[in-house]
Structure formats: C-alpha cells, structure tokens
C-alpha cells in the first residue's frame, strides 16, 4: 500500500467517531439530534430536521404506508463535522416504527448516548436497547434531559443505572436544582459553572456564561440552599462515587454522565466536546480472519440493514454497509463473502436527513447504501483482497408473533416465495409451530410495524393478500440446550414451542412473569434473548 493511502486512511480514522442514541419515546432524541447537528453546523436553525421531515412527507410517496401512518421507515445516517471531527450519528428508528433494525443499528455503531428524561429515568426501550449495547462492550453516554423541567433526584438517578444496569457513572457535570430553579451545571473536570439561560426554544447555540467555583459572585447568582446543595452532593460524589476512569468507559463498564436540556440547547455543547474527547474512534472489528484494524488496506464492511422500496418507481433495495477497514471508492468491485460473487458497487449513496446524495468515498465508521437488488442480506461481508467474513448480526428476542394466514390457496407459491424473501431480508422473523399439524408461518417481530411492512409488501410485491392472527405471548427464548432437553422435561404449561428459521427451539412465554416461574422449575434450561448466530 502506498504510504499516502495508509496516511490517509489514519488520519480518516482517527478523525472520525460514530454513534447511535439509545432512548425511550418522548426523551427528546429528535431535539438533542437537532441541537447537535446545529452545532455541527449542518442546520442553521433548530427545528429543520423535524419541518424537513415532515415537508418530505407532504411530497414523497415512496410508500403509501409512511404517509398513511405519518411515520418514517427510513432510518437515516447523520454526518457533520465538529471541531475538525467527523461525526456519524446513527438513527435508531423509535415510536411505532420501533423494529429490529433498531436493533441491527448498535451492530453498527462505536459509540451510544443513552438519553434519559430526567424525570423519568430508565424506560423499557432504552433498557432493551441497552442489553445490545452491552453485548457489544461499546462505551455508553449518559445524557440526562429535560432538566428545565421538575426531575427526579440526581443521586436516584445516577444509583438506578448502577444498580439496574449494573453500570458504573461518572457525572462529568452536576446540576444545579431543576424544573423552574433549573440554575445550571458544575463542570467536575474544569470547575466551572455554567449558568442556564432561558432563551426562545434555543434555536441557536446557547450562550453560555462560565463562573469559577470559588468566584464570590457566586452568593449572587445562585440561590443559596442549591450552591450548598451542589457542595454537599459534590461531596458525596468525590467521596463514594466512581473515579473517572477511560479505559472503564472504553470497554463499557463505566459511563459518563451529563445533565442538560436539549430544548433550551443547554449542556449540549459540554456534552459533545466530552464526547469527541471520550468517545472510542473507529476500532478493530472481529473476522474470520481475526481482529481485523480500521487501518487494514483493504476496504472490508458489511450489512447491518436492507431497506426496500424506498422508491416506488424502482422498487430498489438499499443495503446499509458499515465501512470497517481502508477505503470505499465509488464503482469499486468486491467481492461477496457469502456467494462469492464479485460485485460492482455502484451508485453508492450516503444519506443525510433523509436526502439522498452520492458518495465517493467513505472511511472506516462511515455508511454507505447501496443499491444491489437481491444480492444483500443481513449480516453479509463485502472486502477486496483476501477473503474475510465478519460475525454475523443475530436474532433479537421478538415480542410480538402472530400467524400468517394465506386465504387464497392459488397464491401458495408467491406466498412462499415472498415470506421466504422477506425473512432473507430481515424484515421479520420466521418461525413455525413444533406441532406438525400446524403449517402456517408464525411472523416473530420487535415492533407492529414489522407487520404492517410484511403485510404490505406480500401484497404489493407479490400480490398476496394475508391475514394476521395475533398469539398470546410476548417473550421469545432460544432454548440453548436442544430439542432433546425439551422433549426431557415434558410438556411446559402456558408456553408454546416453536422453532426458527434453522430449527433451532424457542419458548413463547405469555409474559415475563410466566418465562421466571418456567425457568425457575427448570434451573438446567439455558435460555437466550438473543439468538444464536446462525452459521
Ligand atoms: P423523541 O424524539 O425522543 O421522541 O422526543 P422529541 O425530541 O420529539 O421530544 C419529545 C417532547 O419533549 C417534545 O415536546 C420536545 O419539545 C420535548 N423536549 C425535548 N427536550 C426537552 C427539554 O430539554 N426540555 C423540555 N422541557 N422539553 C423537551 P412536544 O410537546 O411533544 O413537541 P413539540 O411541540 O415541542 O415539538
């Protein structure tokens, strides 16, 4: 390799972070996302992603459902610059369009922000989001929102991560009262305080005004019972809490904590110049050549989601590649570690809000779609050179099943052939009854909106019209000890079993309550939310 590609590549690498926001609906994703890409300089005025969104909706038809539902399906990838850095933020599909490929996204990204409201603390979606992170040892963000609004305490918060995630934190800033004496945060490492000003929805970057701890003026402009508050707590923080720790925060055991509110833009800017100085740059991904570097010469990524029809006068697939080492380059041919075919990518694109624009090149933490009709699935490796394959994406537990009727027994063949297809995708998961009698596809899927999509889609491509019959249960488990254990133990009261797509066995449990007392009668049974990966 020439040493100015290998400089090159270096330099991309080492300016480039990328992550995804874990978050539960109504945290404020979408606000923080805009305060971000507004100090990143790549909106002007806050408030255009969501305007842009919605003035997108009002002249795009690429899916007759996104405009009935008034929803996004589209997952964008977000890029700016800050501070000579390259940014990539992920987005992870939330509300109704919740699905997998939330999921799919953290297999993707170096780095999560978990964005909480500050008045309501851990939520289920950011928990679950939480488990894939933590499967993946990446280095998680606290941010703390909406402190311009009545909190919970602090210190609760803070010991709700530690005792339920099981996560250590360090609060890089502290704050000063909430809700309506919402005053400010203390900076721990520089020892400034930084006042909070209500200005208009803060559509620009906020003013931010600096005062020293030990500054006199500080009597005057801080209520007293909250500048004693802040001694004592910071106290308690230097005296029982974590000790700022980066290797810790690197392998995902230690979290940094910021407070903030993103509407009024205050602690965005603290929290993202922590970010770019704490977050983990593109690093070594495993492969079955081993672990591979970003600096690897050859280019290497791999496909952690497929979009379809994102135009309807194409009916073209998108297919998202994490760049994992060296470099993209528009119309270069790869080849496809799963077929072995060689591939000519062209027409790469590279998504910012939801407008498409075309890439040239791209780096390690970058993504790219592409659009190769057929040739991608989830999970697949793409490289020049020597042939590597990186793990794949698994199975996340689903919460939603129902079978999949087909009414019409003429269509059998486009039914199947599109379930099967839709499966390949990752637009659902597929499993059957273990009871034989029982033919009808079971559609396993994280979010109702998978549904709708199959539904959808089976009609319009392949002109199936199906039904749906909602099952009784909401927890899935891969049954790690095999079919034999099963049949060992007997028939299992209020489950039902299933098995998936490789005829591996998964339990379908009413509720969590049910899975507990089956797993408690059963302390041998090994089971797993997550799947194991298919080979
Ligand atoms: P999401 O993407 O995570 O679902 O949340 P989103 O940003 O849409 O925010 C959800 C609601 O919370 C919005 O109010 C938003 O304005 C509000 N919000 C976000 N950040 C803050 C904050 O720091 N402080 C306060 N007080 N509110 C915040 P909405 O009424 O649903 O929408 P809108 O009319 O304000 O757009």
């Not at 539960?24 to 005025?45: F, M, Q, R, S, V």
């Not at 500048?227 to 106290?235: H, P, R, S, V």
Request: glycine share 8%; proline share 5%; charged share 25%.
């Amino acid at each position: 390799m020439s040493t100015e590609l290998s400089t090159e590549i270096h330099n991309a690498v080492d300016g480039r972070r990328n992550f995804a926001i874990i978050s539960h609906p109504d945290a404020g994703k979408t606000t923080l996302t805009e305060k971000l890409l507004l100090y990143g300089g790549a909106i002007h005025e806050a408030g255009a992603v969501k305007a842009r969104a919605s003035q997108r909706r009002a002249t795009s038809d690429w899916m007759a459902m996104e405009q009935q539902r008034g929803i996004s399906i589209t997952s964008t990838v977000l890029q700016f610059e800050y501070q000579g850095c390259q940014i990539n933020l992920l987005d992870t599909p939330g509300h109704q369009d919740f699905s997998e490929d939330t999921y799919r996204t953290l297999a993707a990204a170096d780095n999560a922000v978990m964005l909480e409201d500050g008045a309501k603390g851990l939520e289920p979606q950011t928990r679950k989001l939480f488990e894939v992170c933590r499967m993946r040892r990446i280095p998680i963000f606290t941010f703390f929102n909406k402190m311009d609004r009545p909190t919970r305490e602090p210190l609760e918060l803070l010991d709700e991560i530690e005792q339920e995630l099981g996560l250590k934190t360090y609060p890089v800033n502290w704050p000063i009262g909430t809700g309506d004496r919402f005053q400010g945060v203390y900076d721990r490492h520089t020892q400034e305080i930084h006042l909070f000003e209500r200005n208009a929805h803060g559509k620009q970057a906020a003013k931010d005004t600096m005062i020293r701890l030990g500054d006199p003026r500080i009597e005057e402009l801080l209520d007293q019972d909250l500048y004693y508050q802040l001694k004592e707590d910071l106290e308690l923080l230097d005296g029982l809490g974590s000790e700022f720790d980066l290797d810790e925060i690197h392998a995902g055991e230690l979290t940094p904590v910021f407070f903030g509110s993103a509407m009024t833009n205050f602690g965005v800017q603290l929290f993202l110049d922590a970010f770019l100085e704490y977050a983990l740059k593109p690093g070594d991904r495993q492969s079955s050549q081993g672990l591979m570097s970003p600096e690897y010469p050859e280019f290497t990524g791999f496909v952690f989601k497929l979009q379809a029809n994102m135009d309807p006068k194409h009916r073209d697939r998108v297919a998202f590649v994490r760049v994992c080492t060296g470099k993209f380059e528009k119309d270069m041919t790869v080849s496809h570690a799963r077929t072995g075919k060689t591939v000519r990518l062209s027409r790469p694109q590279k998504l910012f809000a939801q407008d498409r624009g075309s890439v040239d090149v791209a780096y390690p933490g970058d993504v790219i779609g592409l659009n190769n009709p057929g040739v991608f699935a989830i999970g697949d490796t793409i490289y020049t050179g020597k042939k590597l394959e990186y793990e794949g994406i698994p199975c996340f537990s689903p919460e939603l099943f129902a079978y999949l009727r087909n009414p019409n027994p003429s269509k059998f063949k486009q039914f199947h052939k599109g379930v099967t297809q839709l499966r390949e995708e990752g637009a659902v998961q597929i499993m059957y009854s273990s009871d034989e009698s029982k033919r009808d596809p079971i559609l396993a899927a994280v979010g109702q909106l998978q549904f709708e999509v199959v539904q959808f889609r089976l009609l319009n491509e392949y002109g199936v019209d199906t039904r749906t019959e909602l099952l009784p249960y909401s927890v899935a488990r891969w049954v790690l000890n095999g079919w034999d254990f099963l049949d060992q133990i007997g028939r299992l009261f209020n489950t039902m079993t299933v098995k998936d797509n490789w005829d591996r066995p998964v339990l379908l449990f009413k509720n969590e309550w049910n899975l507990h007392q089956v797993q408690g009668d059963h302390p041998d049974m090994k089971l797993s939310a997550i799947a194991p990966l298919s080979s």
